[in-house]
């Protein structure tokens, strides 16, 4: 397996679908707790304005590429990334592989009717899938402590955290170490798509690198600032990486 490379600040591991399985595979037999992060072009930006993710992000046991605008830049920066690890894909190959081989999953994140939803299809998907525990995404500061406190009861060997970023990566910085979890995932908005309440882009989208743009068309209010405003710093990076070479 290749090693790391390092980009716009961050660290990204340069490995394959099936070998980023293998890895995860790995650090569940050792029973240790590691965290995951997905790294793509908004997660770039806010770890270029924010230090802390920028470390929580490099401090990671395993940093998946999730985004073709990433996978493009780092061949033009001489950095050439083996494929795309979409963080959709990785969840449902991780949820097969759960049911396989007996991990036991939690699930943390979005509405509570859209985590139940998502525990009650993917235990008809999966037969033998063991869903450890699940919560809704939504909580009061002082609640967080019990929360984190739950997790850690049940035993879970994978945790997949659907909150919104930086937020996910934060808390995942913070209790992972507490929780005990041997892998951790911050999953974004995939309960949504797990469900059919948001359209994952057509294979042609993804792999033309069009996905967020198919996104945008289905929340343009909610969307239109992350990707027409915030996420043109890109560019920036993109530029400033390569003077430095």
């Not at 780092?74 to 592989?97: C, F, I, N, T, W």
């Not at 998907?125 to 850690?152: C, F, H, M, S, T």
Request: net charge positive.
């Amino acid at each position: 397996m290749s090693g790391r490379i390092t980009m716009m600040g961050c660290q990204m591991d340069n490995l394959t679908m099936d070998e980023t399985l293998q890895k995860v595979e790995g650090f569940i037999a050792t029973g240790q707790p590691h965290q995951h992060v997905c790294v793509n072009v908004d997660k770039l930006v806010k770890a270029d304005r924010d230090p802390e993710l920028r470390r929580i992000v490099n401090e990671c046991a395993l940093i998946s590429v999730d985004g073709m605008p990433v996978v493009w830049a780092a061949r033009l920066l001489g950095k050439p990334l083996k494929e795309r690890v979409s963080g959709v894909d990785l969840y449902e190959a991780l949820m097969k592989h759960a049911a396989l081989k007996g991990w036991r999953v939690y699930l943390l994140g979005a509405r509570e009717e859209v985590v139940s939803e998502v525990k009650r299809l993917y235990e008809l998907k999966y037969p033998g899938l063991v869903i450890a525990g699940y919560r809704n995404g939504y909580w009061k500061p002082e609640e967080e402590p019990g929360i984190v406190d739950q997790i850690a009861a049940a035993r879970a060997d994978l945790l997949f955290v659907a909150i919104s970023s930086p937020k996910k990566e934060h808390f995942l910085g913070q209790y992972q170490a507490r929780m005990k979890i041997p892998f951790a995932m911050g999953v974004g908005g995939t309960f949504d798509v797990a469900v059919g309440r948001v359209k994952r882009a057509p294979l042609w989208m993804q792999k033309s690198g069009l996905e967020w743009f198919y996104r945008f068309l289905q929340e343009p209010r909610r969307m239109f600032r992350r990707y027409f405003i915030d996420d043109m710093a890109f560019i920036r990076l993109f530029f400033r990486e390569a003077t430095r070479r």
